[in-house]
C-alpha cells in the first residue's frame, strides 16, 4: 500500500493540527493551527511573494522560472505539514492556475514537493472561502457586510451576513495582471490610472446594481493589496484608520508625482509591493467609485483562514459539499428512492474490495453517495446519453464547497455509470488519482448495473472480490433466475469492461 493511500485509509480520528495553503497569482500563504475545544489556535504562519502571475505568458502558459520559484517555495512549505495526516492540509490554487494551460505539470510537481493534495478552485468557490475566512476574523455586528479581495489575478467581491455569503462574485482583474497591462515598466502616469479604473469598472458592471440593491452596513477589504493600501495610507497620514476614498485619491496623486515606480518614496512601502500596487490600487478606486464605498476596513484574515475553517468543517461532518449536492438533487428532481438503492449498493460493493483496491476511506463513501444522488440528473436534459449530461452538469455547475478537481473526479463517476468507459476523460484529473477513480467508477457502475431494474426489492446476495483489473462477482444460487434484466446487463457490463481491458467475472453459486 502506497504511502499516500495508507494515509487516507487510515485517517480516521479529527487531527489534532490542520494547515491551509493559498496557492496565490502573486503569493503564496499557509498558516498551520492546533485544534483546540472546537476552536484554532494559529501555530504557524508562512507568506512568500512568488509572482506565479508574472510567469503567464500571452499564450497562457507558466514559465519555467515561475514554476519554480513556486515549487521552491511548495517545497518549503512541505517540509513543515509532509508528516500530517493526509486530510488535515486544504491546498488551494487561484487564478493563474485556472488559467495556465501547462498547470498540470506544476502541480504535478507541487503535489509530490507538498506531500498533500492541492485543488484547484474556481472563482466562485474561492471568493466563498475568503468571506469564510473574514467573517471568522470580524466582529458580528449583526448587519450584512460586503468583503472585498483583490489578489494578483482576480478580484472578489462577497455579500453575507454572518458566516453564510449571500452573493459570491470573482473578476478578471487582479493586482500583478492590471500592473502588467496598464503599468509597463513601472510607468505611472493619470492616463494609465484613467485607463485602469475604466477598465475594472467595466467589470464591475455585472453585479454594480445587484450588490447595491442588497446594500451592506460594512466594508471590508482582505489580503495583500488592502492591507498594504491600508498601512500606506495611515503610515502616510492621509487616513487615521482603515481606507477612505479621499485617502485613495491621495496614494494615486503621489504615485502619479513619483512617474515612475522605482522613484517612489513611500513611508511603509515594500520594494516588491511597489511592482504591483498601481495595479492594485486603480482596482481599489474603481470598486470604490462604482459601489459607493467610503470606507474600507482592513480585514488580517482571508482565503487561507477560509481553507482551515471548511476543512474543519469537513472534519466534523459539516461540510457544505453536501448543501451543494442536495440543492443540484433538488434541482433536477431525481429519483430518490433510485439513488438510495445504488447508493446501498454502491456502499456495499466498495466495502467487499476496499482491501484488495485500497479504498474504503470516508472520503471515498462520500464520492459514492454523492455520485448516486447525482447520476440521473442528465435525464432533465435528454433520456439519450443521460450520463454524459449528468457529467457535463456535475463537472461544469457552481458547486460551493468543491474544488476543480473534485467536481472532475465526481463527474468521472457519474460518466462512468453507463455504456462504453470514458477512459479519455481520467485526463483531467491529477495522475495520483486516476486509478482511484477508475476503481470508484467501476464500483459505482456495478452498483447501478445491480439495479437497472429499479426493484424495490434488494439486488440478490452477492460476493464482490477485485485484484488488480479483474472484478470477480458471485451471486448466490438462483439469485438471477427471476432477473433476466439483471443476468443480461451483466453479461454485456463484461463485454463493455473487456474492451477497456477489465475483466468482469460472473459466476453463480
Known amino acids: 500500500m502506497g504511502s499516500e493511500t495508507a494515509r487516507r485509509a487510515g485517517n480516521k480520528a479529527e487531527p489534532e493540527t490542520v494547515a491551509g495553503i493559498d496557492l496565490g497569482s502573486n503569493s503564496f500563504h499557509m498558516i498551520v493551527a492546533r485544534v483546540e475545544g472546537g476552536e484554532l489556535r494559529l501555530i504557524d504562519r508562512l507568506r512568500e511573494r512568488v509572482r506565479l502571475a508574472s510567469g503567464l505568458d500571452a499564450e497562457h502558459r507558466l514559465s519555467e522560472d515561475a514554476m519554480e520559484r513556486g515549487l521552491a517555495c511548495v517545497t518549503r512549505f512541505g517540509q513543515r505539514v509532509r508528516e500530517l495526516p493526509l486530510g488535515a492540509v486544504r491546498a488551494a490554487g ?5 488559467q495556465a494551460k501547462n498547470a498540470g505539470v506544476f502541480l504535478e510537481r507541487a503535489r509530490a514537493a507538498l506531500g498533500h493534495p492541492i485543488d484547484i478552485i474556481a472563482g466562485r468557490e474561492e471568493a466563498r ?9 470580524v466582529a458580528d455586528d449583526g448587519g450584512r457586510r460586503l468583503v472585498v479581495d483583490i489578489g494578483g489575478g482576480s478580484t472578489e467581491c462577497i455579500l453575507g451576513e454572518g458566516f453564510e455569503p449571500l452573493a459570491t462574485e470573482s473578476m478578471f482583474m487582479g493586482c500583478v495582471s492590471y500592473s502588467k497591462r496598464f503599468f509597463p515598466d513601472g510607468a505611472l502616469s493619470r492616463d494609465a490610472f484613467r485607463r485602469a479604473q475604466t477598465a475594472a469598472a467595466l467589470e464591475l458592471q455585472s453585479i454594480e446594481r445587484s450588490y447595491m440593491r442588497l446594500g451592506w452596513r460594512a466594508c471590508y477589504g482582505s489580503s495583500g493589496t488592502v ?28 504615485l502619479c508625482e513619483a512617474g515612475q515606480v522605482r522613484s517612489l518614496s513611500l513611508q511603509g512601502l515594500e520594494p516588491e509591493r511597489a511592482q504591483v500596487l498601481p495595479g492594485g490600487l486603480a482596482i481599489l478606486l474603481a470598486i470604490t467609485k462604482s459601489l459607493g464605498i467610503e470606507h474600507v476596513n482592513p480585514a488580517q484574515s482571508a482565503l487561507r483562514e477560509g481553507l482551515l475553517y471548511d476543512l474543519v ?45 485500497r479504498l474504503g476511506s470516508e472520503d471515498d463513501r462520500h464520492y459514492l453517495a454523492w455520485a448516486a444522488r447525482l447520476h440521473e440528473i442528465g435525464l432533465e436534459i435528454s433520456h439519450t446519453g443521460y450520463h454524459r449530461h449528468g457529467a457535463y452538469v456535475v463537472g461544469n455547475a457552481d458547486m460551493p464547497g468543491f474544488s476543480k478537481n ?8 457519474v460518466h462512468a455509470q453507463r455504456r462504453k468507459l470514458p477512459l479519455d476523460a481520467l485526463a483531467a484529473l491529477p495522475a495520483t488519482e486516476r486509478e482511484r477513480a477508475l476503481r470508484l467508477a467501476l464500483v459505482f457502475r456495478l452498483a447501478c448495473c445491480l439495479n437497472h431494474s429499479r426493484n424495490s ?37 463484461a463485454e463493455r469492461l473487456a474492451a477497456a481491458g477489465i475483466e468482469l467475472e460472473v459466476r453463480i453459486g
Open 227 to 254: 492591507l498594504a493600501i491600508a498601512e500606506l495610507v495611515e503610515k502616510n497620514g492621509w487616513s487615521a484608520g482603515g481606507i477612505t476614498r479621499k485617502s485613495l485619491k491621495k496614494l494615486r496623486a503621489a
Open 406 to 413: 473534485e467536481q472532475q473526479l465526481l463527474a468521472f463517476i
Open 457 to 493: 426489492e434488494p439486488p440478490p446476495p452477492f460476493r464482490l472480490a477485485a485484484t488488480g483489473k479483474k472484478l470477480s462477482l458471485k451471486l448466490a444460487e438462483g439469485g438471477l433466475e427471476e432477473a433476466p434484466l439483471t443476468r443480461a446487463d451483466l453479461a454485456e457490463e
Open 129 to 137: 472561502l475568503i468571506y469564510l475566512g473574514v467573517s471568522h476574523g
Open 313 to 357: 468543517g469537513r472534519i466534523r461532518h459539516e461540510d457544505v459539499r453536501e448543501r451543494s449536492i442536495r440543492w443540484l438533487a433538488e434541482r433536477s428532481r431525481v429519483d430518490l428512492e433510485q439513488a438510495a438503492r445504488v447508493e446501498r449498493t454502491a456502499v456495499a460493493c466498495l466495502e467487499q474490495v476496499a482491501e484488495d483496491w
Open 94 to 98: 487561484t487564478n493563474t492556475l485556472r
